[in-house]
């Protein structure tokens, strides 16, 4: 599957496992298969992975996306590399737009998604609204992003229509 057809968006947004995938992959390809919390992706689903984010211009994430990868990477090294400073200088890169909703507002617009999906996905569904792909390995949430409108793509369909 290839994301030619929503080249016209200038922006993605990446789901939290895909941004680890990213992150440790950035640190070194073949510590894909190695860190704990992407061994169910390899090397070359993180070379997928970059292929699918080129042509956008930006890459939003949110504060909640943020502190779930930071939660899920704060105690992997990588030969002396800290996986937190990885994701600090990722955050600083001009690509990457970071979108906040209050959570109060999520909860009075979105308050049935809130107790069905969680707050950052919740928040992804309302950011998203604004033009964006979602790129996520979450097969529920693509699925209730795709009924409601919202284009998003599941990476475990792209990976298995990889030549």
């Not at 995938?21 to 070359?44: H, I, M, W």
Request: net charge negative.
């Amino acid at each position: 599957m290839r994301l030619s057809s929503y080249s016209r968006k200038k922006a993605v947004l990446l789901d939290t496992n895909l941004l680890v995938l990213q992150l440790v992959g950035l640190c070194d390809p073949n510590f894909v298969e190695q860190c704990r919390r992407t061994k169910a992706y390899s090397t070359d689903d993180f070379l997928l992975l970059n292929e699918c984010l080129t042509g956008f211009e930006q890459l939003v994430v949110t504060p909640h996306i943020l502190t779930e990868t930071s939660n899920l990477l704060e105690k992997e090294v990588y030969r002396d590399t800290k996986l937190l400073d990885i994701l600090a200088a990722f955050m600083q890169e001009s690509v990457v737009i970071e979108r906040h909703l209050f959570s109060k507002d999520v909860a009075q617009i979105s308050a049935r998604c809130l107790a069905k999906f969680g707050l950052s996905d919740t928040v992804t569904s309302l950011i998203a609204k604004d033009n964006l792909l979602v790129l996520t390995d979450d097969l529920p949430l693509c699925g209730y992003l795709q009924n409601i409108g919202i284009d998003a793509l599941n990476f475990n369909n792209i990976r298995l229509m990889r030549p």
